[in-house]
């Protein structure tokens, strides 16, 4: 049974620092991309950052590049998104998802795998 269990949420003011993290289970966690996504009340979900496993290749959305930095613990299957300099318009449930190695790594559509995701919640 595929688990993908995200922690590291919370409330923060504009400018602050939060670092989510993703603990997989029940995959092969090489040879996937692992992903970070965003939903606000509203819109549509978006592919955040990404990385390849093997390799370790990452992926950002031009919203979140310099700002936001995605890398993994391939020891503990843990993958992290460390969220700097946050603004108001990061505020959303993230989900961490995992797919196969093929495609866009930051669409959301093509992901097989999600987790329950966490919310983030900037202020101004």
């Known amino acids: 049974q595929v688990q993908l269990v995200e922690s590291g949420g919370g409330s923060v003011q504009a400018g602050g620092s939060l670092r989510l993290s993703c603990a997989a289970s029940g995959i092969t966690y090489s040879g996937n991309y692992m992903g970070w996504f965003r939903q606000a009340p509203g819109k549509e979900r978006e592919g955040v950052a990404a990385?390849?496993?093997?390799?370790?290749?990452?992926y950002y959305a031009d919203s979140v590049k310099g700002r936001f930095t995605i890398s993994q613990d391939s020891a503990k299957n843990t993958v992290y998104l460390q969220m700097n300099s946050l603004k108001p318009e990061d505020t959303a449930m993230y989900y961490c998802a995992a797919k196969p190695w093929v495609g866009d790594p930051l669409f959301a559509q093509a992901y097989n795998y999600w987790g329950q995701g966490t919310q983030v919640t900037v202020s101004s």
């Open positions: 990385i390849r496993t093997a390799g370790g290749n990452t």
